[in-house]
């Protein structure tokens, strides 16, 4: 049985003249297009030279559409490709080009709904510039020099962090290889590209809202502790209420999941009336949705028992049973805007660091409610 490829069996290529410049000679006799493929044969830029019977060169020219190569054979080389199946390998290319096209993504926890939906912002913008995104990291804890060492493996030409700390030696790492990194939602502790939803503008506006619906206990359910954005929202809040002549909140313990905010909401459920806050603010929306199902789960009924607001504006919190009071961040306008950083450092121009804040929007639903007296 012949060694070669299925594809190679079953299409053939007669050139009468070798050379480039007489290959317009050359027939093109195909079988029929849907003959099955076997794994292991995918066709390359050296196997379709072998059919066509010219340099591996002349096709890699012709299948840019070189106009050093005639018309008819770049024709006839682009039949042949598209009959065996090829597709240039993005890899290889960079290595000639010094661009791979490649963009790294660092995500946080997949119990956050908010990064499923940051991925899939993140995933439209690449495309729309042309670009091809690789997950590095999905999960809490800050980015090891391992992930830090696949940039620089797989070639990738900038990184966007949408959690997450950058390690010092990992942040050298990149800048010692020229890989531009940009950081998602959150403010970096030291010199860097961020963009970032304005927390603590959102943490204001919430508390704002509660102030002006009659609430003096709110509490907090706190994010992580080692991210910024959890601390800049938490901060934010209890310094307007106290600014408002209202003791500081009580802060519960959270994290970054739903079964964390429920404990919250279990906790909070557990006090007696006098003690329990009469609104809670969960730092994400995932910990306010956990903490709406343990006040239901104790009898409690929201908002006409205590009311609820969460941050980030996922879309399960818009939906039923939730339809959830909170602050939405610009996800589509803050993605944009981190690959438009990106991608004036992966140019090669020295520019400074730059951190932009986008403002979110409130957004009013049925968890809040207005204690205030008419009129």
Not at 334 to 358: K, N, Q, T, W, Y
């Amino acid at each position: 049985m012949s060694a070669k490829p299925y594809f190679e069996r079953h299409l053939e290529i007669k050139v009468k003249e070798l050379e480039p410049d007489h290959a317009d000679d050359c027939t093109l006799k195909r079988k029929p297009r849907d003959f099955p493929r076997v794994s292991g044969a995918r066709p390359t830029v050296s196997s379709l030279a072998r059919l066509a019977g010219v340099a591996s060169s002349t096709v890699s020219r012709a299948l840019k559409g070189d106009e050093r190569i005639s018309p008819a054979v770049r024709r006839r080389i682009a039949a042949l490709a598209a009959e065996a199946g090829y597709t240039p390998n993005a890899l290889a290319r960079g290595l000639v080009g010094g661009r791979s096209g490649l963009v790294g993504l660092v995500l946080g926890p997949v119990s956050n709904p908010i990064y499923a939906e940051m991925m899939q912002e993140a995933v439209t913008e690449a495309e729309r510039r042309g670009l091809r995104l690789m997950l590095l990291h999905a999960g809490p804890g800050p980015i090891e020099d391992s992930t830090a060492a696949a940039l620089l493996q797989y070639r990738m030409d900038g990184c966007l962090i949408t959690s997450a700390g950058l390690s010092s030696r990992a942040a050298a790492i990149c800048a010692a290889n020229d890989v531009p990194v940009v950081m998602l939602n959150r403010v970096p502790k030291l010199h860097a590209v961020a963009v970032s939803c304005d927390n603590r503008a959102g943490g204001e506006a919430l508390a704002l809202h509660l102030l002006e619906t009659g609430h003096r206990r709110p509490a907090i359910i706190m994010g992580n502790a080692d991210t910024s954005t959890s601390l800049e929202r938490a901060e934010a809040f209890a310094t307007a209420l106290v600014e408002a002549g209202l003791e500081p909140p009580r802060r519960f313990p959270g994290g970054a999941s739903h079964a964390a905010g429920f404990a919250a909401g279990q906790a909070i459920a557990g006090l007696p009336a006098r003690e329990r806050p009469d609104a809670i603010f969960g730092c994400a929306d995932i910990l306010a949705m956990g903490a709406m199902d343990a006040l239901r789960e104790a009898g409690l009924r929201v908002p006409e028992d205590i009311s609820v607001v969460g941050f980030d504006g996922i879309a399960a919190a818009a939906a039923a049973p939730y339809r959830m009071t909170t602050l939405s961040v610009p996800l589509s306008a803050m993605i944009a805007r981190g690959f438009g950083l990106l991608a004036e450092r992966m140019s090669g121009i020295p520019l400074p660091d730059e951190v932009v804040l986008l403002r979110g929007t409130l957004q009013r639903r049925g968890t809040v409610r207005d204690t205030q007296p008419p009129g």
